[in-house]
């Protein structure tokens, strides 16, 4: 199993709509979760930071399933320029790597 | 407000040459890394840089050499380069306690021909 798996989509989703998408990962002694986005030909910027049971910000949540080990984000209102890929990065304490996924793709549309 | 800033942002090699990409941010972060990213297979980790005077390889650090230079920089070298080197380069700095706070530069676009 990879240490992080994202459907890589494309979500595709008209202006408005809500969307969600989740991140399954391996290691269960993962304690922090981040999301970033990642524009076409740039860099990731980090969105939201999870060290809980979730997160939220403005039109962005974030949940975490320990049990189940996946973190989802829900986008709600979905804006045109809510268009992205969207990367989850699992942690966990002491010396570790940040193990990115491979983002899934969120198109919305007119 | 600088963060974390990468050189060249586009070069073009030819297969044997080598060449060295810069980073350096001035966030006072401990920790920095060198990321890879091809189309369909994501960011993968090239070396990280934990702390000063320390690295360490990641995922695929084959072909590549880094240097820890200061807290502030951190360089990866490609000695000899090949054309499965093509790939955007970026370059992340966290702090040590937020290790998963990556803040990255706007990438270098390396082509090998």
């Known amino acids: 199993r990879k240490e992080v798996e994202q459907d890589p989509g494309p979500f595709n989703v008209p202006e408005g709509a809500t969307v969600a998408f989740n991140c399954t990962y391996s290691?269960?002694?993962?304690?922090?979760f981040f999301w970033y986005r990642q524009d076409c030909r740039k860099e990731p910027k980090l969105l939201m930071s999870?060290?809980?049971s979730g997160n939220e910000d403005g039109r962005f949540t974030a949940q975490l399933n320990r049990a189940s080990q996946y973190i989802s984000l829900l986008i709600r209102d979905s804006k045109l320029s809510d268009s992205a890929t969207y990367l989850c990065?699992?942690?966990?304490?002491?010396?570790?790597?940040?193990?990115f996924g491979r983002g899934t793709s969120l198109i919305v549309h007119p | 407000n600088a963060g974390v800033t990468q050189t060249p942002k586009f070069q073009v090699l030819k297969t044997g040459q080598s060449m060295t990409l810069q980073c350096a941010q001035d966030?006072?972060?401990?920790?920095m890394y060198w990321y890879r990213q091809d189309p369909g297979m994501g960011l993968r980790l090239i070396y990280y840089?934990?702390?000063?005077?320390?690295?360490d390889k990641g995922e695929v650090p084959n072909g590549y050499n880094v240097s820890r230079l200061n807290k502030r920089e951190f360089s990866l070298r490609l000695e000899s380069a090949a054309p499965s080197q093509t790939s955007v380069y970026f370059c992340?700095?966290?702090?040590?306690?937020?290790?998963?706070?990556?803040?990255f530069g706007e990438g270098s676009r390396l082509t090998v021909l």
């Open positions: 840089s934990a702390s000063e005077g320390t690295t």
């Open positions: 999870v060290y809980s």
């Open positions: 990065v699992p942690t966990s304490g002491g010396s570790y790597i940040p193990t």
């Open positions: 992340a700095s966290s702090e040590a306690q937020r290790a998963g706070e990556l803040f």
């Open positions: 966030m006072n972060h401990n920790s």
């Open positions: 290691n269960s002694a993962s304690q922090s």
